[in-house]
């Protein structure tokens, strides 16, 4: 095949299920990971905030076709100087479960809004039909 013989192609076949094998398993880690510190973050989270963000209604935004209006639980604030990354815990009805979105924020914006942890925050979300989940757009 090629100008190959049997013994090289499947020599080239292998080497390609390897590489692809480990590329796998890398996604396959990350994703772990990334489960797990949903899951971190949840256990750290008191059971009355959750259920506080599990009531919070997704309201259509007048003239925004498919953006919508909700509050997110501020699960976590890690301050860096004049950034603060926030992780904003949102509550998905059709997929019984939570998620969270990762968002920077000016501290100073952060500290003027007077927004501390657990706190419900106004976000602008929009629909994503392919994975029928609200993503995050902006604290409002």
């Known amino acids: 095949m090629w100008g190959m013989s049997v ?12 590489i692809l094998g ?3 398993a ?3 880690v990350i994703a772990k990971k ?3 510190s949903l899951e971190d973050l949840l256990a750290s989270i008191p ?8 009531a919070e209604p997704y309201q259509p935004m007048d003239g925004a076709g498919i953006k919508c209006a909700t509050r997110g639980l501020i699960g ?9 990354k926030v992780r904003l815990v949102f509550y998905n009805e059709a997929r019984e479960g939570f998620y969270d979105q990762t968002t920077t924020i000016r501290t100073s914006e952060l500290n003027g809004k007077g927004l501390k942890l657990y706190d419900l925050v106004p ?5 994503d039909k392919e994975y029928h989940i ?4 902006k604290i409002m």
């Open 76 to 84: 976590s604030i890690d301050t860096n100087g004049e950034k603060s």
């Open 47 to 54: 059971e009355e905030y959750k259920e506080a963000v599990k």
């Open 22 to 24: 480990v590329f796998v």
């Open 26 to 28: 890398v996604i396959f």
């Open 34 to 36: 990334e489960s797990a």
């Open 134 to 137: 609200h993503e995050f757009k």
């Open 7 to 18: 013994g090289e192609f499947l020599t080239v076949i292998a080497i390609v299920l390897v």
């Open 123 to 127: 976000c602008q979300m929009k629909y």
